[in-house]
Every structure is written in C-alpha cells, then in structure tokens.
C-alpha cells in the first residue's frame, strides 16, 4: 500500500534523530525509543494530517514534544512490570556512560525553554523557522534562545571536563 | 557569538544508540488503532441513524395521533378514534354576517365552528329571526348585534363542556329549552312554545315535555358525547301540533356547555337543542 510505504520511509529516515533528540531532551536511551515509537505511532494515525501539514519535520519534532510533555506528566505510567527482564549481553558501557551523564548534567543546566531550543535547531538539525513553529515561538526568540544555550554549554565545567580528558 | 556545540556533544550525539526503527510494529499497532476507531465511528454513526429513525417513528406516531385538523381547519387535540372536538375560543374569528338572513347568519357561525344562538327573547316569533342581519357590532367576545330586534350570541363550546369531570352531574336538573334547531338550521319554537319545552336529566333518565306530550327515553353520556336511546323514547300520544323535540333529540350526539346554556350538538356539532336553567 502507498500509504504504508510512504509512512515507512518517512519514519526510517527520521528514527535516529527522534531517538537523539529525545536523549538531549532528557529521556534515557529506552524511554526515547519508546518515545519515538509512540510519536511515530501517533504519527501513522493521522498520516493523513501529517502529509497534508506545510512541513512534516516540524509537524513531527512538535508531536514528539508534545508526547513527551504528556509522557512527564503521566511520569510513564505505560511502563509496566514485568517478571522476567530481558536477557541481553551489553558491552562495556563506561566510557559512553560518563560523557552521556556529563552531557545530561550541562544540558541540565540549561532552562526547558533553552534546551528545547538548542536540541532541535542543532541536532534535529531543524531551521529557525521550523524551531520556531514547533515551539510555536518567534524566530527571533529561538535565535536568542540557542544563543544563550550555546554559550551557556560553551561554559559547562561538566563538558569541560570532558574535553580535558581522552574521550574515545 | 558561539554558533557551534561543544564538539563532545556532537559526537555523544552519533554515539548514543538508537536501534532499529520498529516499523513493523508501528504500522501492526497503528492498523489495530485505526480498524478500532473506525468501529467505534461506525457503532456511533449506527446508534445516530438508529436514534434518528426511532425519534423519527415516535414522532410521527404522536403527530398522527394528536395533530390531526378537522374539516373546519382547525387544529383539534384529540386521542385516536374519538369524536372531533370544538375548536379553542381563541383560534375562532366570528365571520362577517351583515347582509344575511338571520338564519343564514346562524348557520354561518356554526359553520366557523361557533356555537350560534338566537336570543328568543329579543328575536319573538320565530318568523322574525329570518330577518335581514342589518347591522352588526362584533366584538372580541365574539357577540354579534343585530339592529335592535334580534342579538346573535356566537360563542364557542366550552372546553370543558359540563364544567365539571361528568356531563351526568352537569346535565342533572330540569332544564328550559330554548332552542330547538331544525337539520336546515331553522328555528322550530314557535312562540307559543317558546317557554313550554322542558327536560330534566336525572341519571340516565330523561323526561320532559315537549309541549302538550310528555316524553321519556334513556340517555347516556361519555366525555363529550351524549346518545339519547332511540328503542327507550317514549311519548304520550295526545294530538296536537307541537315541535319535534323526540325527534332532534334522537339526533343528539355530543353536548358541551357555553356559561348558563347547555347545548346538545347533532354529529356534525351543529346545535339541536339549547337548554337553560328553567
């Protein structure tokens, strides 16, 4: 079906950038893939809107905010329990996971406002004006945004460190 | 103006994992959401029409019951089956009468589904009331003048035609008749009989007077109705010229009742009979 094959090559090449911009934005690696699934779900539904909206990128990044904000209000409530976890092997994760919290701590720092700002314009890699459409702000309001984010990261004592340090 | 990241987090960015796309998965959970909202449209559209068509039954079945029009045009509340009821006083326009034969003008009225009454009184002899309508006053009481001779009360038959729940109660008494109504609207008192004619109602009995003979006869009444039996009529057989007081009566098929005066309609609600207090 053209609809379906349409829709999946739209959500395959926009996948890793969901996932990524949700780990900026302060999800765990699992709660952005779930995340980007529900986004991507909701997404099918009305694929129709999706098609027919001016810029499908914005559309997209404003529905994945959008489940977020619903997801930290809910506190993932569709997480469920379950009695046996699932077995699979992992390499060493240590190094990933010191720069992965470094990165979470200076983003951290940042305002929402800000930080929302900064993930999309530079590595959703959305234009001023699609950043300024899903956060249904000015343009001239996410250029002074990222601004302060950037420079306020440039300054980070956390990546800093970072920096100083091998990174491999 | 820093315009770059730090460069740590451009490559924790293409570090971080992201998987493959569960697509599959998105488009089997998508199909299963959209065949149920697609249901749940199609069990709210079908309660619609089905809501829709039973209000639509019910509808109807009330207007065919309760909204149907007489002949005369106007709306009568009635259940199924029963009598046609006088119109209300408020919906009926006295008609214009100047111009006519006083009987002519009667018959008018009760065409319009008025109850039309000669004051005896005013009007004498019978022979009088086929006069000329000359002049007349209408007024919102629905009273027509005629010159100074004759007055034309039109009024509408009470709601309520005895006033009270049972026509039984309202008829009971003895009664004075006057009027008695000829199938062609004529008057058929004479004078000499104008204050002769009696009737009293008494549980299903009637007797009365019909001038020089005594009459008697069963009657029964329901609601609005008022049947005289025919099999039960009886008279006394002295001879003399009299009005056919037996014979309307036998005519009588509803009754209804205008302040003082009781009136006792054929069918068609034409007036046969009015009866005051004697």
Redesign the interface.
Known sequence: MDHDRDFTDFASARWSALVRSAVFLGCTTEEAQDLAQHTLLRCYTSWRKVQRAGDQDAYLYRMLLNALRDARRRRWRNERPTATLPDRGRDDQTHHIDVADAVDRALRELSPANREAVVLRYYAHLSEQQTAQVLGIAPGTVKSRVSRALAQLATSTHLKDLTEGPIR | ?????????Q???Q?????Q???A???A??QR??RR?RRAVATATTAAVVLVVVGGLATAQYSVGTDSTDGNGLAADRPNGTTPEPPSQDSTEVPAVVGLKVNRAVRLLEESGLVAMVDQAACGPAARCVDEVTAASPEPGRRVDIGSAVTITASVPSADPGGVSSNDVALKGTWRVSALVSENGDSLLAGAYADQLQLTFDAGRMTGTSGCNDISAVYATEGRDLRVNRESMSSTAVGCEEPPLAARLLDVRHISRSGDTVYLHAEDWMIVVALTRG
């Open positions: 103006m820093i315009d770059k990241t730090p460069d740590v987090m490559r924790l960015w570090e971080i994992p992201t998987g796309a569960p697509i998965k998105i488009l959970d998508g959401l959209r909202r």
